[in-house]
Every structure is written in structure tokens, then in C-alpha cells.
């Protein structure tokens, strides 16, 4: 039996991101944030000051959508940008005092996301969904480095 591409892995993929980017934006807009401003808080939290010119790779975002986020974080407090040690010309985003205590005050809308859409769910399972999607990503990332196939 052909499963439709409407009932696919991939659509079901695609579903499961909507759902749950859904949800992080509900969990987050008590709090005035987007998931993507949360997750350079997130990087910021956890990996310390970090490079601008690294987010657009860690979080798949264009650099014009990191300047508006970027921007907000920095209007609202929570993030510094000065320039690189290094190199001048780059920027290096920083948590502030207001940003770390908002970040302890957050909930972790992932950990959520997970204990609600996989409640019930054995280990066993858990492991396999990500082994798949996993290697899926691996496979298409690496089919889109090699270029167009002829």
C-alpha cells in the first residue's frame, strides 16, 4: 500500500514543526518573545557570548531576520552587541543582567513540547523517530551541498 504524500513522514514532519513552533510562540508570548529571539537567548544562556555572524547558521534564519531579532533583544535589554575583539567590523552578542533573569524566569518550551506531544511514549520509539528524522536531515542537507543533480 503507496501512503499518500499528504500522510507522509515528511508531512507529518512538517506538521509536527508548525505544531510545536506554534506552541513555543504561545509559551513565549507572555513574556514578549518569538521563538527565534528565544533561541539566541537559548545560545547566549548556555554557550556564552557568541559571534552574530554565527546565528544565521545555528538558528537556518536570513541575516535581515537576525538584524530584527538582534535589534528587539537589544531595545528590550536582555542582549549587548559591541564589537569583536578581533575584528572590528564583526559583532559579538552578550546576555545582560535583565537577560540572564529573564532567562531563569522562562519556561523551557521545549522540555514542554515534549512532555506533552510525547507522553506515553516508550524509549525505545523515542530513539528510532529520532534516528529517522535524523538521518532523513543528514541526507537532504547533504544532497542540497552537493549541488543540483543533472
Known amino acids: 500500500m503507496k501512503i499518500s504524500n499528504h500522510a507522509s513522514a515528511g508531512a507529518w514532519a512538517k506538521r509536527y514543526h508548525l505544531a510545536a513552533r506554534a506552541m513555543i510562540e504561545r509559551i513565549l ?3 514578549d518573545l518569538g521563538s527565534t529571539q528565544w533561541y539566541v537567548l537559548f545560545q547566549l544562556a548556555h554557550h556564552g557570548p557568541t559571534p552574530q555572524r554565527d ?3 545555528l538558528l537556518q534564519v536570513e541575516k535581515p531576520t537576525l538584524s530584527e531579532v538582534v ?3 537589544v531595545r528590550k535589554g536582555f542582549i549587548d552587541q559591541a564589537p569583536d575583539p578581533d575584528d572590528q567590523r564583526q559583532r559579538v552578542l552578550t546576555l545582560t543582567a535583565a537577560g540572564r533573569a529573564l532567562w531563569d524566569e522562562l519556561p523551557d518550551p521545549i522540555a514542554q513540547i515534549l512532555e ?3 507522553v506515553g ?4 520509539t523515542l530513539e528510532t523517530v529520532t534516528r529517522v528524522l535524523r538521518t532523513a536531515t543528514e541526507r537532504l542537507h547533504n544532497h542540497i551541498e552537493e549541488g543540483p543533480s543533472k
Open 116 to 118: 506533552i506531544a510525547f
Open 71 to 73: 535589534r528587539a533583544l
Open 55 to 57: 546565528f544565521p547558521a
Open 29 to 31: 508570548k507572555p513574556y
Open 121 to 124: 511514549v516508550d524509549d525505545a
